[in-house]
């Protein structure tokens, strides 16, 4: 995972882009693309197989609501919370199920540990532990 961060002036207001190899996730328009994802060319190439995401509005279908809870919420927050009351009801799998969640929650935790130690991150997916080096972080 590559995280960068950049500040500037309010001018265009504010952007938030998700890049992966699979696509970009834009959240400043609320969509899914395939922008930036590997196409079959270079793929092959790199001897990978293409991943591409499908283009997708993620408010696509979305009434909006508006309740106590969400009231001045922005719309993408309150259409997760939708999604997650919608499949409480209809035991369907979320838009962003328990292995999106464990898999932004160990990047996260990389990225803190690489921040706090200095040296690169990496995950040992056999023991499920973030490393530092030979070390599993945090050190005890």
């Known amino acids: 995972m590559i995280y960068s961060s950049r500040q500037t002036n309010s001018a265009g207001d504010v952007k938030e882009l998700y890049r992966s190899n699979a696509g970009t996730l834009d959240l400043d328009k609320n969509m899914i693309s395939g ?4 196409d079959e060319g270079f793929a092959k190439t790199m001897g990978m197989k293409a991943n591409k995401l499908q283009n997708r509005n993620l408010l696509e279908g979305f009434a909006g609501i508006e309740t106590g809870a969400s009231a001045g919420v922005d719309e993408a927050t309150s259409a997760n919370m939708l999604n997650w009351m919608e499949c409480v009801r209809n035991r ?3 838009n962003a199920n328990i292995e999106a969640g464990y898999g932004h929650s160990v990047a996260l935790c990389m990225t803190i540990a690489a921040i706090q130690s200095g040296q690169r991150a990496t995950f040992d997916d056999d023991k499920q532990e ?5 070390a599993v972080w945090p050190r005890a």
Do not use: A, S
Not at 35 to 38: H, I, M, Q, R, T
Not at 130 to 134: E, L, Q, S
């Open 35 to 38: 922008e930036g994802g590997l």
């Open 92 to 94: 369907k799998t979320p």
């Open 130 to 134: 973030v490393m530092v080096g030979d």
